[in-house]
Nanobody, 125 residues
């Protein structure tokens, strides 16, 4: 019954920035391993970034490393994705995902038990 709700999507230009938010509710008081994926009509859903429950260790895809930052506020059950160096190819629907435990398969969709509905990001030049 965990609910994930994304927000913060919209239109941004190259040189600008955008911060996506994902709020988790309805579950237990446990902290979740969180991730962001993205999808376009031309591509399969792909891993973007993830963050561990407590230590805050982060992982990024090669496509976004150095340009995106994932973070979390455990007190608010919220995870963020800061897109600080957007490119047009970042245009996609971004999905928040959550898992109970960390594993070596953090880049695989099958690891995650709960998913948000997505928020659209459009990057123009």
């Amino acid at each position: 019954q965990v609910q994930l709700v994304e927000s913060g999507g919209g239109l941004v230009q190259t040189g600008g920035s955008l911060r996506l938010s994902c709020v988790a509710s309805g579950g237990t008081d446990s902290l979740y391993y969180m991730a962001w994926f993205r999808q376009t009509p031309d591509h399969e859903r792909e891993f973007v970034a993830s963050i561990t429950q407590i230590g805050g260790r982060t992982f990024y895809s090669n496509a976004v490393r150095g340009r995106f930052t994932i973070s979390r506020e455990n007190a608010n059950n919220t995870v963020y994705l800061q897109i600080h160096s957007p490119k047009p190819e970042d245009t996609a629907i971004y999905y928040c995902a959550a898992a109970l435990l960390e594993s070596n398969f953090y880049m695989r969709q099958s690891m995650y038990r709960w998913w948000g509905q997505g928020t659209r990001v459009t990057v123009s030049s």
